[in-house]
């Protein structure tokens, strides 16, 4: 009679046995052995930092290179600060001589919509040895109320690094849409702001550095709860958010600062077409961001708008640019997918007019290839062109012009 080799149940006492050269397995014992293996695998996944080759700075931007277009401001120091997060945790784990310690620089990264902060963020991600979360600052609120707690940023960090605390500590944490915490003006909010500026407040430990209780499975906070202590002061942070308006903040700076004799030749240097590379400190104040979490944050760095010409690299050149998506998913139905000269010209001119950065190009790609990816699979069609002429012709017909901003 067929049983178990393992524990010895019989076939009638199993719900699976699986039959092998000289013996069987039931399904209990399967799933027994891979808690055993998902335990032990856990225990080696330990960060051993002695066994991470350090890219230098010039390395990480040339990865950062193959997958995102131009910003090579923002990749210069989020290359840097990788470079310096490795050093300061070998740093750590070594024995130094002298009192010297280097503290982490935060950063925060600022551009308009569709510029690739995100994109960047999650590029580097790709290539880190040490655990990366992103998370949405627009979901936090104060402790108390509906939304996420602060300490939910280091839930998902957690999560990241499978409940390893050791590496989770030595980890990166991307904070999105930092912006959209702001709070309403320049003044202290004389209301309580559980959104904006009540964020902002509880961010200040988990930036600077300090012992934190998490939640081990993220949600609220109660007495009866087992809480994981996590360390900060070696978690790298970065911040990014579009700050719309910001440019006007700037540029109420730049008029007021140019005073003086030469004051008519300072005001024709500014490049009024991009305010966003004389950002400064005192403009993030300006638009809403508490002193103490600017201070915390003292790397800050600027994305380019993009430019026609950068469009068209990001449309086709990236090793997973969004031509190169479309192709791969019609090669799935053995079907060669080609563009007439002028459509992608077409398709940047349709962006920049609609003002949506990168994302613009995606939305206007689906509708130009809807009809197309709905009619062509199960066709005996081995080839499809997409003429300018049938671009052109969806664009006029369809309502992308409701996505336009004014």
């Not at 399967?30 to 066994?51: G, P």
């Not at 959104?195 to 961010?203: A, D, R, T």
């Not at 087992?226 to 070696?234: L, Q």
Request: proline share 3%; glycine share 8%.
């Amino acid at each position: 009679m067929d049983k178990c080799s393992f524990c010895g149940r019989e076939r009638k006492d199993t719900n699976l046995l699986i039959a092998g050269i000289s013996g069987h397995i039931c399904d209990s014992c399967v799933e027994q052995a891979n808690n055993i293996l998902s335990e032990e695998v856990k225990k080696k996944s330990t960060l051993d930092l002695d066994e991470i080759t350090l890219l230098r700075p010039a390395e990480i931007k040339k990865f950062l290179d193959s997958y995102v277009i131009g910003q090579d401001e923002a990749k210069k120091f989020l290359s840097v600060a990788v470079y310096n997060h490795y050093k300061r945790l070998t740093q750590d784990s070594a024995t130094s001589d002298d009192d010297v310690e280097i503290e982490k620089s935060n950063i925060i990264l600022v551009g308009e919509t569709g510029t690739g902060k995100t994109l960047l963020a999650r590029t580097i991600a790709r290539m880190l040895h040490v655990p990366f979360t992103i998370v949405d600052a627009t979901v936090l609120t104060e402790a108390g109320y509906v939304g996420e707690d602060i300490e939910s940023v280091l839930t998902r960090l957690l999560q990241a690094a499978d409940y390893n605390l050791e590496a989770a500590q030595k980890g990166i944490v991307f904070i999105d849409e930092i912006d959209k915490i702001a709070r309403k003006g320049d003044n202290p909010s004389i209301t309580r702001d559980v959104s904006g500026e009540g964020v902002q407040q509880g961010l200040l430990k988990l930036l600077e550095g300090s012992v934190v209780n998490v939640p081990p499975q993220g949600g609220r906070k109660h007495p009866d709860q087992k809480m994981i202590a996590v360390d900060t002061k070696n978690i790298l942070f970065v911040c990014g958010g579009a700050f719309d308006g910001i440019e006007r903040k700037i540029g109420q700076r730049l008029n007021t600062q140019v005073v003086g004799y030469n004051a008519s030749d300072t005001r024709d240097k500014v490049d009024r077409s991009n305010l966003l590379q004389y950002i400064a400190p005192q403009d993030l104040k300006s638009f809403g961001l508490i002193p103490e979490i600017i201070g915390r944050l003292p790397v800050l760095t600027y994305l380019n708008p993009l430019e026609r010409e950068t469009l068209k690299k990001i449309l086709t050149e990236p090793k997973n640019s969004i031509i190169k998506q479309y192709m791969k998913l019609f090669a799935i139905d053995n079907i060669e997918l080609e563009f007439e000269d002028g459509v992608f010209d077409f398709i940047v001119n349709k962006a920049v007019e609609f003002k949506l950065g990168a994302r613009g190009l995606r939305s206007i790609c689906e509708t130009i290839m809807m009809d197309f990816m709905y009619e062509m699979p199960g066709k005996k069609e081995g080839k499809l062109e997409v003429t300018l002429d049938y671009a052109r012709e969806k664009i006029e017909r369809t309502n992308i012009s409701l996505l336009q901003t004014g």
